[in-house]
């Protein structure tokens, strides 16, 4: 039998330098704090890479290769570990407890982070139940574990993105198909990872962090899920296409590596200063994001003229308490003189051999003034522009990467080629970078990150001019998960908000809560572009009167069918249905992508209305029943699933693709009795802002809750027009879920769940596991009040 191996008494952290930042290192020095007798070691890049030339040199093709730092910092670990053992741990993690007893016994153990991450939309896109955390790591040296993941590593290294390519989510595939799984610790979120990140609070509203069983604790400050982003560390090997002209005559084109000209400013050769220009007006809120783009600049020699002609000193203030001497503040009186008089006044006062212009309400990349100063440094040029630039849009959440031209915005220039500024209103830069392009040797830098041209709905120019740059952006992403992942990409490197990124991943409507502080109703979204597998499910029970409309309307749906399938379940019948089914099966399987049928009996004969509160509990214990059965038997491959009442006499035939365009994991039609009017299904509703202080003990029987209509709950009926709504219940009439919440256990409750039951028990479970509800009032699908509706001899469903 194997001796087990101890985890050795030795920490390991790892930063650019041996300057770590202040406001990590009491979190570092709290490790030691707590492990007075453990070994400490500090990893800087320089030894990082000089470990691997030693021990592991086969990897430094991949190492090197890496596009971004944080990929290397994450790798490094993974050697770290299997070489020397320990325990690694993020500068952004704090100790709060020796963690010798988690880890006595164990030869690999890592964490969880929160549940709530596993329902951010990068994690969801790729299907994770589950996120184990790679900023605390302890191991055994020498476990097999790491010798698969230096595999893995190799294999995914092109992988776009560090998440994927070396970071929490590589990690947690890695676990998924690694050796020898008995001898690895996955401990819960508790134990390490008690708090969400900022920005899943930010989403999902603040959660509760429970510290009884926390060993230490992750501040998110620099990672995948962070609110707000650390100053991004420089790129190594990058290389950005060029093109140059001496007075409109090309004169050259290639590839400008960035790498170079640092190591010819690193061996003396001069850095002249940069004065970038900054001219605003009472624009306090976006300034500061500008500003915050200048103070993370990568080039070494650089100062910010402000020049504020507004009343409000906010922007002012803000200057005077940052104290950085590079930031000059210029005030000048309220007289309304057009910009470019203005710009002219702060050109003349910049003190730098070049310019830039540095608009106020636009962000920047930390190498945008290194980059462009190494073309102009390289190639013996007056000026740079960008030949293209980001656009963002965050009204309509969009981004583009714009068509090449010479942007202005973009220009940097040596202040004694620049001509004056018009003294227009707008438009001022046109003519002054047309005349630099003219009359100067110039070069083109295509770096359109380097740049992001913002619409916020107070820019110079009106709307319909950035209307015209989107539609002849050379790439657009409008599609809400490719726009939130790209602007997550965007916020590990520019100052972005919270609340920015947060409605890019609720998009296309905010949340709930949000809505009721604003009084404004939420846009509803757009049909969905992608056709994925959908399965269809109903229960029928005596249906021989439903199903020819039931079927009539399947096929009118302008959903492809080879991309749905049906599951059938009949059961209890009095009539002609069982035989109806099996005359329409052949047909059915011909016509659509997969099809189940069930026959199964429950039992369930009432001789009274189905709504008499006496038989609730059995009659919606059965279709609960009957639901995770036909679930159980049906589901296969699909992506979604779509329960749909045999006895729903219309909808649009559109419906599948306008329920995915909400782009929710549980989302709900209006079933309504007749086109605009009442509410049919009273089982989706909006719980009352103050319902929490109701009595509702006054309506439970046999252990759930039967209140009178409207009682604490407000249905889709009176919140038509509001868009998109997140609702506390849902009923079964018509119900869009997501097939993996069901496959990780989302089921209906067949008995009392916080006094719920059926498909109001499972809202009260998804909300449980994470998941909110959500429903279109103006979507609507048709249920008239049939004769079933006295006498339970229909379709088994809850009204």
């Known amino acids: 039998m194997r001796t087990q191996q101890k985890i050795p008494p030795l920490i390991h952290q790892t930063w650019k330098d041996a300057d770590v930042p202040a406001h990590w290192k009491k979190w570092a020095d709290s ?139 590589f990690l947690s595939r890695a676990i998924d198909s690694a050796p020898e799984p008995a001898s690895i610790t996955i401990l819960g979120p508790e134990v390490l990872y008690p708090e969400v990140s900022p920005y899943a609070a930010e989403l999902f509203g603040p959660q509760k962090a429970d510290y009884e069983n926390a060993h230490a604790v992750h501040h998110w400050s620099g990672s995948w899920v962070r609110d707000v982003p650390g100053t991004p560390r420089p790129s ?149 522009f960008l030949a293209r630039e980001r656009l963002w849009w965050p009204a309509r959440h969009k981004l583009a990467i714009s068509c090449a031209r010479v942007w202005e915005g973009s220009m940097v220039c040596a202040k004694d080629r620049l001509p004056r500024y018009p003294a227009l209103r707008r438009g001022e830069d046109t003519p002054v970078a047309e005349e630099v392009v003219r009359t100067c040797r110039v070069v083109s830098v295509d770096a359109p990150e380097l740049y992001t041209y913002v619409c916020h709905g107070g820019n110079t120019f009106h709307e319909a001019h950035f209307a015209e740059h989107f539609e002849v952006a050379t790439e657009v992403w409008s599609d809400p998960g490719a726009y939130a992942e790209r602007l997550l990409a965007m916020a590990t490197r520019l100052p972005i908000a919270p609340e920015d990124i947060a409605h890019a991943e609720v998009h296309p409507a905010a949340r709930a809560s949000e809505r009721s502080a604003r009084k404004a109703p939420e846009p509803a979204p757009g049909p969905a572009s992608e ?99 036909l679930l159980a038997r049906a589901l296969d491959d699909e992506e979604w699933v779509l329960w749909l009442d045999v006895d729903v006499t219309g909808y649009p035939a559109d419906l599948v693709q306008r329920l995915l365009g909400a782009r929710k994991d549980i989302v709900v039609p209006h079933c309504a009795t007749t086109a605009g009017g009442p509410t049919y299904d009273l089982n989706t509703f909006v719980l009352h802002p103050k319902a929490s202080a109701l009595n509702w003990s006054q309506w439970l029987r046999d252990g759930i809750l039967q209140p009178p209509r409207g009682f604490g709950r407000t249905y889709l009926d009176a919140l038509r027009g509001q868009g998109l709504v997140r609702v ?72």
């Open 236 to 384: 190594v090997g990058k290389r950005f296409p060029f093109w140059a002209s001496q007075e409109l005559h090309p004169v050259a084109d290639g590839l400008l590596n960035l790498d170079a000209q640092r190591r010819r400013w690193a061996s003396g050769a001069p850095a002249p200063t940069v004065s970038c220009l900054m001219v605003t007006k009472d624009r306090s809120s976006t300034a500061r994001r500008a500003i915050t783009c200048f103070r993370a600049q990568t080039y070494p020699s650089l100062e910010l003229v402000v020049v504020e002609d507004g009343t409000d000193d906010a922007l002012e203030q803000y200057v005077r308490e940052l104290g950085d001497p590079r930031i000059r503040h210029h005030r000048l009186p309220p007289e309304g003189r057009p910009l470019g008089e203005l710009r002219n006044e702060a050109v003349s006062l910049a003190t730098g051999p070049y310019v830039c212009q540095w608009d106020d309400d636009d962000l920047y990349d930390p190498e945008r003034v290194e980059t462009q100063m190494a073309a102009i440094a390289s190639l013996g040029a007056d000026a740079c």
């Open 531 to 629: 056709r994925p597998p959908v399965l269809v499910l109903t229960p029928l029970k005596d249906a021989a009167a439903f199903l020819p409309g039931y079927l009539e309307n399947l096929r009118a749906l302008d959903y492809p069918r080879e991309a749905i399938s049906l599951g059938l379940l009949e059961g209890d019948s009095t009539d002609m249905t069982p035989d109806l089914l099996r005359e329409v099966l052949p047909g059915l399987e011909a016509e659509f992508r997969r099809v189940t049928l069930v026959h199964r009996d429950f039992g369930l004969q009432l001789a009274g209305p189905r709504w008499e509160p006496g038989i609730q509990r059995r009659r919606r214990s059965v279709l609960a029943k009957v639901r995770n059965h």
């Open 31 to 169: 490790w030691r704090l707590h492990h007075p007798d453990w070994g400490y070691r500090l990893w800087t890049d320089s030894d990082n890479r000089a470990f691997l030339q030693e021990h592991y040199p086969w990897f430094l093709p991949v190492y090197d290769g890496y596009a971004e730092p944080i990929m290397r910092a994450d790798a490094i670990r993974y050697f770290l570990l299997d070489h020397f053992g320990g325990l690694y741990v993020d500068l952004d993690f704090e100790c709060l407890s020796p963690v010798d007893n988690i880890l006595d016994g164990h030869e690999l153990v890592l964490g969880c982070e929160p549940q709530a991450h596993t329902q951010l939309l990068l994690a969801r896109q790729r299907g994770f139940s589950r996120i184990v955390g790679n900023a605390f790591i302890a191991s055994r040296p020498g476990h097999p574990f790491w010798a698969h993941v230096h595999r893995q590593l190799v294999g995914a290294h092109r992988m776009p993105g560090a998440l994927d390519a070396t970071g929490p989510f």
């Open 728 to 799: 506390d219940s849902v009923g079964g009439t018509a119900l869009l879920v997501r097939a993996d919440l069901h496959r990780d256990g989302l089921v209906f409750p067949s008995f009392p769940y916080q006094h719920l039951i059926e498909t109001e028990g499972l809202a009260a479970m998804a909300r449980d596991m994470g998941t909110s509800c959500w429903a279109l009032p103006d979507l609507e699908v048709l249920h008239p009040h049939h004769a079933t509706d006295v006498a339970d001899n229909g379709a088994m469903v809850p009204s």
